[in-house]
């Protein structure tokens, strides 16, 4: 399947992207996705889409005056619902992109919580995570990054620096794919690394005109003196 390039100056799109990629990897590991949430959005969603077609319909063919009294109840249960569904989108779920649970020798049997949010005009992806125990023990872990962190400069998803930047500022994920999280790491060290040696090949660049230059003042200074003495 090919990689889809997203335009690198539509945050929506690549908040969406990434809110897309991040499930996939969760459960790639063996965490258990819940659907919970979405379910209850969809069945807030399409119950007041249901109810619109039925009172069209039915004003449609009976006429105004024949269903005016159950329209009202029809309306009022209509905004009824269309309020749940924006309270439960914005005070409910608060951007989840996850909710699931592990239950690995590793680490036991822990559920996972992790939303997501942009600023307006902001390329920054801000996380927010909820871990929590059977023994009803939970933390909290707030932590962010620049899309292009694990976008190229054409608009394409690169996977491994996200999944790693994920296991190494989650601790939970740490636990279960310890790779990603040592990669992080080692990814980092060898960026200093390779900056430090382009550095230093640049230094030599700098320096080597100027020994050549040092080298070759010396024989005019003696042929200058020489002419002197003739």
Not at 92 to 104: I, L, P, T, W
Request: positive net charge.
């Amino acid at each position: 399947m090919a990689a889809t390039k997203i335009a690198v100056y539509s945050i929506p799109d690549l908040k969406n992207n990434t809110d897309d990629a991040l499930p996939n990897y969760l459960t790639s590991l063996k965490f258990k996705q819940s659907h919970f949430l979405t379910d209850v959005r969809l069945a807030l969603g399409y119950s007041a889409v249901i109810i619109a077609a039925i009172t069209f319909y039915v004003d449609y063919k009976l006429g105004w005056d024949k269903t005016k009294s159950w329209t009202f109840w029809a309306v009022l249960i209509y905004f009824t619902l269309n309020g749940a569904l924006t309270f439960w989108i914005w005070d409910v779920e608060k951007g989840n992109v996850f909710a699931g649970e592990v239950d690995q020798p590793s680490v036991g049997r822990q559920s996972l919580s992790v939303a997501s949010s942009v600023a307006k005009h902001t390329p920054i992806y801000n996380v927010k995570v909820e871990c929590s125990n059977p023994e009803g023990e939970t933390k909290f872990l707030e932590f962010s990054s620049p899309f292009t962190r694990w976008y190229d400069v054409n608009g394409f998803f690169v996977a491994k620096p996200f999944q790693q930047w994920l296991a190494s500022e989650i601790p939970l994920i740490g636990q279960v794919d310890p790779k990603n999280k040592g990669g992080e790491a080692k990814a980092a060290a060898s960026a200093t690394e390779n900056s430090e040696i382009k550095g230093s090949v640049q230094q030599d660049r700098y320096d080597t005109p100027n020994r050549l230059v040092a080298n070759d003042a010396a024989p005019t200074s003696t042929r200058s003196r020489r002419g002197k003495k003739g």
